[in-house]
């Protein structure tokens, strides 16, 4: 049964800091992972998907890398903003088919702090 | 315009009642999911339909049934509600045919239940 856990739980950095989120899978049979953000009392929105054939993947300040064969993958935040406040999550999904599961980790709590 | 769309934002109910929880997406996707979040802010899979198909149906009590009148809706109702239903609801959908954008799911805003 795949699991996934984020390190650390929570997180409180000053603006600007360069930071690093991390995200490990015991099964590393995967088919994709996906970096989500979840603002307090809101949906998630997606940040970044890598497929596993794919060693990482960019979009903007954000910079997510895979390393399927340990299990593991990070999301590096550039000039972290206040504004990145928010709860980070990781999940892997098991296969391509439609009855592939998506498994979440727990998420990191994010603070930027002005 | 949004993505995907729940009703109703907010739910409060009592113990013993019946109630529905309703999903639309507009992005064509072939597959939509429901999941729970808890107070730990744990989310899990519940079911899943592909093309109104029920394809993924976890270990959830059988007083869950979700319903796909068609591809763009996905509706949960959950009878004889207990204070352990109180969460939070999130519908999903993704595109998992060939060619489907890598089958990246995109969530609704959610829909907090309380049970009282």
């Known amino acids: 049964k795949q699991e996934v856990t984020q390190i650390p739980a929570a997180l409180s950095v000053p603006e600007g800091e360069n930071l690093v989120l991390n995200c490990s899978f015991t099964d590393s049979a995967i088919y994709n992972l996906q970096w989500f953000r979840q603002d307090p009392g809101k949906g998630l929105t997606s940040l970044l998907l890598?497929?596993?054939?794919?060693r990482e993947q960019t979009s903007g300040r954000l910079n997510a890398s895979l390393d399927k064969s340990s299990g593991r993958s990070t999301l590096y935040i550039a000039a972290s903003q206040p504004g990145d406040s928010a709860t980070y999550l990781c999940a892997v999904k098991e296969g391509e088919t439609s009855g592939s599961r998506l498994t979440f980790g727990e998420g990191t709590q994010l603070t930027v702090n002005p | 315009d949004t993505a995907v769309s729940q009703t109703p934002k907010y739910l409060v109910t009592q113990m013993g009642n019946d109630k529905s929880i309703k999903c639309e997406q507009n992005l064509g996707h072939d597959t939509m999911y429901w999941y729970k979040q808890d107070s730990k802010k744990f989310l899990k899979i519940m079911f899943s339909y592909n093309n109104k198909e029920l394809i993924i149906n976890e270990t959830v009590p059988n007083r869950f049934s979700p319903k796909s009148p068609d591809k763009a809706h996905l509706n949960l109702h959950i009878n004889s509600l207990e204070l352990g239903d109180s969460a939070v609801y999130f519908c999903?959908?993704?595109?998992?045919?060939?060619?489907?954008?890598?089958?990246?799911?995109?969530f609704g805003p959610g829909t907090r239940l309380t049970v009282t």
């Open positions: 890598i497929q596993s054939s794919q």
């Open positions: 999903a959908s993704s595109q998992e045919s060939v060619g489907g954008a890598w089958n990246e799911q995109y």
